[in-house]
């Protein structure tokens, strides 16, 4: 059974951080590209960041550079989302999504996404 697995979501202050992880069982993520998507109440959902099976990062947030990483543990089938200096704009559900495999490259559009997790909540609040 196909399954992607978040977890590390909640409740930090301003400046605080964060790490999600988007864990795969069913399938193996080291031959795709694999992103983070956020949607923020009364918003549309928006890519955050990609990284593609060589391991390279695209950000498609202004707003995170700097601030956001993406990486992968293929050992694990695990990207990992670590959010650092988190703001108040910041807040929102959290998804991590799959390309089909052989679908090695980014992209920013969350229908080039086969998979999706069940999405974790951020709430950066003081």
């Known amino acids: 059974q196909v399954q992607l697995v978040q977890s590390g979501g909640g409740l930090v202050q301003p400046g605080g951080s964060l790490r999600l992880s988007c864990a795969a069982s069913?399938?193996?993520?080291?031959?795709?590209?694999v992103g983070w998507f956020r949607q923020a109440p009364g918003k549309e959902r928006e890519g955050v960041l990609c990284?593609?099976?060589?391991?390279?990062?695209?950000y498609y947030t202004d707003s995170v550079a700097g601030r956001f990483t993406i990486s992968r543990d293929n050992a694990k089938n695990t990207v990992y989302l670590q959010m650092n200096s988190l703001k108040l704009e910041d807040t929102a559900i959290y998804y991590c999504?799959?390309?089909?495999?052989?679908?090695?490259?980014?992209?920013?559009?969350?229908?080039?996404?086969?998979?999706w997790g069940e999405g974790t909540q951020v709430t950066v609040d003081s």
């Open positions: 999504a799959v390309r089909h495999r052989g679908y090695y490259y980014c992209s920013g559009y969350g229908h080039h996404y086969d998979w």
């Open positions: 069913g399938f193996t993520l080291d031959d795709r590209a």
């Open positions: 990284i593609s099976s060589k391991g390279e990062s695209t």
